[in-house]
């Protein structure tokens, strides 16, 4: 795996992958297709090592979802379930910190608890949630997107609920809706992913802005962009599979994932002390 510091960089990595923040120099690695697969190893090892805390940490938004569909249900929103179903796309990013201080723990040779799951955002708060409003704005416009969509294929009466899934799945316009809805979701899926799939985690390690960590995230996915789209193919996979075990899958998939992102973080950006280059 790739080391973040340490490490002299030439003027050839310079022009290719680097950037510099105002304490910070930032590189971005190079990757070949077969390190999402690692990623993934690393992932389960973490979790293994930590099982107990990771399996909270993962029950409990396991709860939280059915929470929400249950509330959904309750208000008759159900319509608005698959919606909301596939918006979790874009705030998993974020369901990930706590999973990034359980294996940050166990880098420090700590014995990860709950704290380091449900703290982990809180030296970097601001610039974290910062990174929750640019994600929310994606959620929001997914959110607008599916209602006109719905529409557009349906006109603004929602049918019974019988009625419309079956509808989705045997009529011209349910097909048309969940392709439309499928090729608009990936695209806003595929940038909130561009921005954020290592910036969260270079806010938790280092002294940036957002935008910092955004422009990061952004060079990442461009310089490895088929790893990268492989890694967003394998993380939007893994998630559906949870969903469609009625969530319970998801407490486990979710704190696996969010350990591979913390390691794929640790091997596709390198940040060193801008003084340390200049010494």
Request: aromatic residues 10%; glycine residues 10%; contains cysteine.
């Amino acid at each position: 795996m790739a080391t973040k510091r340490g490490t002299t960089m030439n003027a050839a990595t310079k022009s290719s992958g680097q950037s510099s923040a105002p304490n910070v120099k930032i590189t971005i690695n190079p990757i070949g297709m077969d390190r999402p697969r690692a990623w993934l190893a690393a992932g389960f090892e973490d979790f293994r090592r930590a099982t107990a805390v990771s399996l909270a940490y993962g029950m409990f938004w396991v709860g939280l979802s059915i929470a929400v569909t249950a509330g959904a249900i309750v208000l008759d929103l159900w319509h608005w379930l698959l919606p909301l179903v596939a918006g979790f796309m874009f705030i998993g990013p974020l369901v990930a910190v706590g999973s990034y201080g359980i294996s940050r723990a166990l880098e420090e040779g700590r014995v990860p608890h709950l704290g380091d799951a449900f703290g982990a955002w809180r030296p970097h708060a601001g610039q974290l949630a910062m990174m929750g409003v640019m994600m929310m704005i994606f959620f929001l416009a997914w959110i607008r997107l599916a209602t006109l969509l719905f529409a557009l294929f349906f006109g603004f009466e929602a049918p019974g609920v019988a009625e419309l899934y079956a509808s989705l799945l045997t009529t011209p316009e349910g097909l048309g809706l969940i392709a439309v809805g499928t090729a608009a979701g990936a695209v806003l899926a595929f940038g909130a992913f561009s921005i954020s799939v290592v910036a969260i985690p270079t806010l938790m390690d280092q002294d940036l802005t957002f935008m910092e960590g955004i422009e990061a995230s952004v060079r990442t996915v461009a310089r490895n962009f088929k790893p990268m789209l492989l890694w967003a193919v394998i993380l939007t996979g893994s998630v559906l599979i949870g969903m469609m075990t009625f969530y319970i899958g998801l407490a486990l998939i979710l704190p696996v994932l969010g350990h591979a992102s913390w390691h794929a973080y640790e091997d596709l950006v390198r940040c060193e002390p801008v003084e340390k280059l200049e010494s």
